[in-house]
């Protein structure tokens, strides 16, 4: 079986790094699910199974792995998820697969991920840390679910650069339901749906569809 020394090759060779795309530690979550990935390179996985793999791995009880969604768009990793058409079939919700170690994710852009010149804390403060979008208080139990809230860099257009005037903080209960689905305001409402958001919803004949009426409508 491939080893975590097997994948740091094959990322060095592929010069992944120049792209904007790093390599997770070891003994991390996102390290462990990207080796799960990596041994599996090729074939669909579901995520209940990673789940259990990767728990074991670090000796901790199963739980939610968000690793797996996080290692496709946001970390440039060239991995399809559900919605994703590979080898002739549509993938299903929890199901994931990593393609190869060559090109990096379609919808990453290195551009929007850069944090360096993020305030966070003091966005955070505007919002009295409290999700922009549900409330929740950041450290207080979430008033939906019975879980301690934390709140993340929430885009508010998906399609521009990170920065201070594009970040709002959401609990990462509405952080994982937005995605890139949605344009979101300074208060933290939907605005309108992305385009990625729209196409991910549906079949591969009609996003072509939409695709073209797209590019008509631009021209």
Request: glycine share 6%; hydrophobic share 30%; charged share 30%.
């Amino acid at each position: 079986m491939k080893t975590y020394s097997d994948l740091k090759k094959e990322y060095e060779d592929a010069d992944l790094k120049t792209k904007g795309i790093k390599l997770p530690a070891e003994k991390t979550q996102r390290g462990q699910a990207l080796l799960y990935l990596y041994q599996n390179m090729g074939q669909v996985v579901s995520k209940l199974s990673a789940e259990r793999v990767v728990a074991k791995r670090l000796n901790q009880q199963p739980k939610d792995l968000q690793s797996l969604r996080h290692l496709g768009k946001q970390s440039g990793y060239n991995i399809l998820q559900a919605g994703a058409v590979y080898r002739g079939r549509k993938l299903k919700r929890g199901e994931y697969v990593l393609v190869d170690l060559r090109d990096s994710n379609s919808y990453f852009d290195i551009s929007r991920r850069t944090e360096h010149n993020l305030d966070f804390n003091s966005i955070k403060l505007k919002y009295d840390n409290c999700c922009a979008t549900c409330g929740s208080e950041e450290g207080e139990i979430h008033r939906y679910d019975n879980v301690v809230t934390m709140l993340e860099k929430g885009h508010k257009d998906p399609g521009k650069t990170m920065d201070d005037s594009n970040i709002i903080p959401q609990c990462q209960v509405c952080n994982k339901v937005a995605k890139d689905n949605w344009v979101f305001d300074d208060y933290g409402r939907v605005k309108k749906i992305t385009v990625q958001g729209l196409l991910s919803r549906h079949t591969r004949e009609q996003k072509q569809q939409f695709l073209l009426a797209l590019e008509a409508d631009l021209s």
